[in-house]
């Protein structure tokens, strides 16, 4: 019989969905396209900006039927280009950026189709972003978000037709999302953790980089259901320990443009096409794409993997004291003998504010 320690960790690699390959490979293919292609028409900088706004707006999977995909993408795209937006207004005002972040994530928990989605992208563009950067700065991020379009649609033609030989029919997906009513608490979760992340990270030295870490973190950690949470803290803890190691090898190795590029097409199709399956996956392969995209065509430190590790663990710190000290301090109030009135349970989409892009 297993212990209960291992049955928990056993249930962190449980599937709780279906691989994805084909979709995987369709968009990893036109990830590494936009690497290449910027890299060889001499403009590699350009395969950051629209890498970023490619991922961002794949990430974290999209649905399989057509119709739930075309609202996906189209408010994932929206939102990306929103976020750029916010990036390039408030650049160089690190208080108006941090107002921004908070804002966009908290919009993010109240929107459910939006997700982390939004206060991701503000945070990860305005890292991205170049000085002086203008209004053509946002049209990369837009491009990234179209070429993500172009990748499914030429995924599903293809799977359509198959399935059309073999005479299957895709299952038909509905989208779901909670009442305003129902996401304010978590919003507040989400927008607090977020704050007091924002807060912390600008304490950080200047010359930190990957401090940004640290609201990503956070960003992608609280759930709307406490439970979930907890799971979330231990897949990230877990998955980005092994990782960061990852990272740390591949960015030591200093591996040239070509390599970089074919590395980052193997770990987003390990990453996109095992996230339905489990999210322990996505964040063991995720954090080195992000590594190798977000300073395309140079590489971070080989230590980044290891600093984006300790945001997350600050981060988790993060979450615990938001999401599940309230509860716990009325549990032991409780405990205790308090009378009076027992207090409801209320538990259930960074970093260093830079205002100039650190390479």
Not at 240 to 252: D, E, M, P, R, S
């Amino acid at each position: 019989m297993r212990t209960p320690d291992r049955r928990r960790a056993v249930d962190l690699l449980r599937p709780v969905g279906q691989s994805r390959w084909g979709m995987a490979a369709w968009l990893a293919g036109a990830l590494g396209a936009i690497l290449v292609l910027t890299a060889a028409f001499g403009h590699a900088e350009l395969g950051s900006a629209i890498g970023l706004g490619f991922v961002l707006t794949a990430v974290p999977s999209l649905p399989v039927a057509w119709r739930p995909a075309v609202t996906v993408l189209g408010i994932r795209g929206l939102t990306v280009l929103a976020g750029a937006g916010a990036a390039l207004s408030t650049a160089g005002h690190p208080l108006l950026l941090a107002t921004a972040t908070v804002a966009a994530a908290l919009c993010g928990g109240l929107l459910s189709r939006v997700g982390p989605t939004a206060g991701l992208a503000v945070v990860l563009i305005a890292v991205d972003m170049p000085d002086g950067a203008g209004a053509l700065w946002l049209v990369p991020y837009l491009v990234g978000a179209v070429v993500v379009v172009i990748a499914w649609t030429g995924w599903f033609l293809c799977a359509e037709a198959i399935r059309r030989g073999r005479g299957e029919q895709v299952q038909s997906e509905a989208l779901r999302g909670a009442t305003w009513r129902d996401s304010w608490p978590h919003a507040l979760r989400v927008g607090v953790a977020v704050a007091v992340a924002v807060a912390l990270a600008g304490l950080l030295p200047d010359d930190l980089v990957g401090g940004h870490w640290l609201v990503t973190s956070v960003v992608l950690t609280v759930q709307p259901a406490a439970i979930d949470t907890g799971v979330r803290l231990a897949q990230r803890l877990s998955g980005n320990t092994v990782g960061a190691l990852i990272a740390a090898v591949l960015l030591g190795a200093h591996p040239s443009v070509p390599v970089v590029a074919v590395l980052t097409v193997v770990l987003f199709t390990l990453a996109m096409a095992l996230r339905p399956v489990n999210y322990t996956w996505w964040a063991v392969t995720g954090p080195p794409v992000l590594l190798m995209i977000s300073e395309y065509p140079d590489l971070f430190p080989w230590y980044e993997g290891g600093v984006r590790l300790a945001m997350n663990v600050a981060g988790a710190v993060i979450v615990v004291l938001v999401v599940f000290s309230p509860a716990a301090l009325a549990w032991i109030r409780n405990r205790g003998g308090a009378t009076g009135f027992r207090e409801k349970d209320g538990s259930d989409s960074v970093y260093k504010i830079q205002s100039r892009r650190l390479r």
